[in-house]
Structures are given as C-alpha cells and as structure tokens.
C-alpha cells in the first residue's frame, strides 16, 4: 500500500510542478503587464484620456436631480462620502489648486473608506456649475481594485423646471486584461448604485436644508413678516386686534 502511494505522489509529481511552474509565470507576466501599464501613465496619456471620456467612454450615466445645479455641484463635489458605499470621510489639499486655497485645478481629493482604504483623486478640470474632470491614481492609493486608474468628468446642466441633469463618463484601465470583462461588469454596476443613491441623497438632503430655512415649516416668509407686523402693531394700539390688521 506504501509503495502504491509512493508510486502515485511520484506520478503527480510533474503535474504539480507543472502546475505550479504555470501560477509562477502567470504572476511574472501579470507584474510584467502591471508595471508596463504603470510607465505609460504620464500627461500625455491623461490628455488622451481626458478626450476618450469626452467622446468613447468606457462607461456613462446620466441622472436627474430634484434640486437647483450649484446645490448639486458642490454636494457631488465636496460630500462625496455622503454617497458612496462604503466611504466614511473626505480630505482635501488645495495647496496645489490653480484657485488658491479652494477646490479647482489641482486640488487632491482623499476619499477614505470605513476599512481606512483610501482613494486620492486629482483634479485636472474644474469650471464651476459647468463640470469638471479628476484622475484616481491607483499607485498613490491604498484601496485594493484591479485598476491602473481611472478617470471621471463630471457635465451640468439645468431644465427649466429647476432640476439638474448629470452626466458622468468614465474611463479606465483594468490592471488585467484576463480580469477586464469582469472589471467592465463591476464597474457599471457600482456607477448606476453609487449615482441612484447619490440623486435620491441629495434631494433628501436639499428638501431638509430648504425646509429648515423656513421659520414656520410650511409658513412662508410674507406669513413671518404679517406676524411681525401685527404683534408690532398690538403694541402700539389699544383699540384694534391683530385680527382687523390681517
């Protein structure tokens, strides 16, 4: 019986050195593809990008918000952590922005998730209440993705009912081509979740930021300033009620 299993562990022998020989060669050529892929990262390339995401993204999506376009250009901008799954801070340098000390050209964006993963994100276009356009460098960032990068521009625009149409485009490069169609797969449904959620957040948090401007919940400010008058007018008057003033 020992000699039977000596024989068969001696007959997988070469299958399993073969076998392991090929996981050996898969993983040089991966980290041989990786760092290929990481060289061409440069300005040049980021300006290809920039047109690609223009004109052929890789994936795209377009939402409605119920709110006025500056409310929902600085929540998408600024309170990116409100939105996405699993992200529970938000960072900025602004020491390099073309608009000092303020969001713009330049500016990182650190994106930290509730594993403290985070993702840095550097602006490379930035036009208020128009759009604009970062880049997410997977080397400088600690979240795990079979990414080289990514690159998302952001366009604005009103209706002329008040709401916001937003369209976002992206661009990428899958650290594996092996990987890519599944990456595809993943990354168009992250960006429909994160963005349905993003709309549904915002407006939820502009009818509260609206209604707590107003004093009275459903009062409006000419039913504050009659109040105002008519205890004003009490005060002074001996003869007369609030109720002959309104």
Do not use: C, W
Not at 206 to 221: A, H, I, V
Request: hydrophobic share 40%.
């Amino acid at each position: 019986m020992f000699v039977n299993d000596f024989s068969m562990k001696n007959s997988l022998l070469p299958f399993k050195i073969f076998q392991n020989l090929g996981l050996i060669l898969l993983l040089v050529f991966q980290l041989k593809l990786n760092t290929f892929y990481a060289q061409e990262i440069n300005p040049g390339l980021i300006e290809q990008e920039l047109t690609r995401a223009q004109v052929d993204p890789d994936q795209s999506i377009e939402i409605l918000v119920n709110a006025p376009l500056s409310y929902v250009f600085d929540f998408l901008s600024l309170r990116l952590n409100e939105y996405v799954e699993g992200a529970r801070a938000i960072e900025f340098n602004h020491s390099n922005s073309e608009a000092p000390g303020k969001l713009g050209v330049g500016s990182i964006r650190k994106l930290t998730m509730k594993n403290d993963a985070y993702l840095i994100q550097r602006f490379l276009q930035f036009q208020r209440h128009v759009g604009y356009a970062y880049f997410t460098d997977m080397d400088e960032s600690t979240l795990e993705a079979p990414l080289n990068y990514s690159l998302s521009r952001y366009e604005f625009s009103e209706t002329k009912e008040g709401q916001t149409t937003v369209r976002i485009s992206v661009v990428y490069q899958s650290s594996s081509r092996l990987l890519a169609y599944f990456v595809r797969r993943a990354f168009s449904s992250s960006l429909r979740r994160d963005f349905e959620r993003a709309a549904e957040t915002i407006e939820f948090n502009y009818r509260n930021d609206f209604n707590s401007l107003r004093p009275f919940g459903s009062g409006s400010m000419i039913n504050t300033l009659k109040t105002k008058f008519s205890l004003n007018f009490i005060s002074f008057s001996n003869d007369r009620s609030s109720f002959e003033l309104l």
